[in-house]
Nanobody, 121 residues
Framework: QVQVVESGGGLVQAGGSLRLSCVASGSIFSINAMGWHRQAPGKQRELVASITSRGVTGYAASVKGRFTISRDNAKNTVYLQMNSLKPEDTAVYYC???????????????WGQGTQVTVSS
């Protein structure tokens, strides 16, 4: 079994910062890409940021320059540092990992339950 658990969401004023964390645990052989999506009320889920196992990153245009994704491979953890937050960043943030289980031969996407981020104006 593989579990992905996020933490670090909350309420913050516009211009503030939050740091999200996500830990993958369980029967893991390796982890390829990890990243974050978000879904605001009434909107589709969108990719926010991703990072490969070698540290190559990618960002949505709306967060580039404000958000930073990083990971600690030894801890199976990915982080999302969010600065200069705006009300439009309000959403549920979901972590994912492309994970190869110990009995698998290919990676699968595992998702966390989501953590709420609310930015007040």
């Amino acid at each position: 079994q593989v579990q992905v658990v996020e933490s670090g969401g909350g309420l913050v004023q516009a211009g503030g910062s939050l740091r999200l964390s996500c830990v993958a645990s369980g029967s893991i052989f390796s982890i390829n890409a990890m990243g974050w999506h978000r879904q605001a009320p009434g909107k589709q889920r969108e990719l926010v940021a991703s990072i490969t196992s070698r540290g190559v990153t990618g960002y949505a245009a709306s967060v580039k320059g404000r958000f930073t994704i990083s990971r600690d491979n030894a801890k199976n953890t990915v982080y999302l540092q969010m600065n200069s937050l705006k009300p439009e960043d309000t959403a549920v943030y979901y972590c994912y990992g492309r994970i190869v289980g110990i009995t698998a031969t290919y990676d699968e996407a595992y998702w966390g339950q989501g953590t709420q981020v609310t930015v007040s104006s």
